[in-house]
T-cell receptor, first 111, second 115 residues
Framework: RKEVEQDPGPFNVPEGATVAFNCTYS??????FFWYRQDCRKEPKLLMS???SGNEDGRFTAQLNRASQYISLLIRDSKLSDSATYLC????????????FGQGTTLQVKP | EPEVTQTPSHQVTQMGQEVILRCVPI?????FYWYRQILGQKVEFLVS????????KSEIFDDQFSVERPDGSNFTLKIRSTKLEDSAMYFC?????????????FGPGTRLTVL
């Protein structure tokens, strides 16, 4: 089983749509959870951290279910500029800060 | 806003040659990392570094790789004898006081092409 698993997509949606991405992770000892965004051939950039209580940042909502080892990201009112690859990222259990990345889910928002 | 910088942006080398990839982490950060991303694949952890020593390394980080913080600002990744399969984007990252919860900020990457 992959350490962090995501549906690679692509997800093609019209502007204004709501889209949801899911991710599962295999190590129950993982401590921190993040969504990063990566534009083509660029570095990953933090979109948001994910907390057990769920958290929202503008049009973005992230949820974590530790029992199911499942993380989600919801994007409302999609913009053309949201087109990117969304990386589900989990910190390792080794306490060294190591991040484990999923393959990424590609989103293409069309006019 | 402070940022992680990396040089060069693109390095082309012949198989068997040594390369040094350079990074300047954010100035007050304490934890430093190297990751790599082969084209079309996921980002993979290589090594973490704290207090002038390696705190964890992956299976990829074999004897041909080494890291160094030669002064107060630079953090380098050396590949001693490059192989074709080392061709990838190499990202440096740094984080602040809490390595578990603090955000890791990534540099723009060095694209390494081994011929």
């Amino acid at each position: 089983r992959k350490e962090v698993e995501q549906d690679p997509g692509p997800f093609n949606v019209p502007e204004g749509a709501t889209v949801a991405f899911n991710c599962t992770y295999s190590n129950s000892a993982s401590q921190s959870f993040f969504w990063y965004r990566q534009d083509c051939r660029k570095e990953p950039k933090l979109l948001m951290s994910v907390y057990s209580s769920g958290n929202e940042d503008g049009r973005f909502t992230a949820q974590l279910n530790r029992a199911s080892q499942y993380i989600s990201l919801l994007i409302r009112d999609s913009k053309l500029s949201d087109s990117a690859t969304y990386l589900c990222v989990v910190s390792g259990s080794s306490n060294t800060g190591k991040l484990i990345f999923g393959q990424g889910t590609t989103l293409q928002v069309k006019p | 806003e402070p940022e992680v910088t990396q040089t060069p942006s693109h390095q082309v080398t012949q198989m068997g040659q040594e390369v040094i990839l350079r990074c300047v982490p954010i100035s007050n950060h304490l934890y430093f990392y190297w990751y790599r991303q082969i084209l079309g694949q996921k980002v993979e952890f290589l090594v973490s570094f704290y207090n002038n020593e390696i705190s964890e390394k992956s299976e990829i980080f074999d004897d041909q790789f080494s890291v160094e913080r030669p002064d107060g600002s630079n953090f380098t990744l050396k590949i001693r004898s490059t192989k074709l399969e080392d061709s990838a984007m190499y990202f440096c990252a740094s984080s602040g006081l809490n390595r578990i919860t603090d955000t890791q900020y990534f540099g723009p990457g060095t694209r390494l092409t081994v011929l």
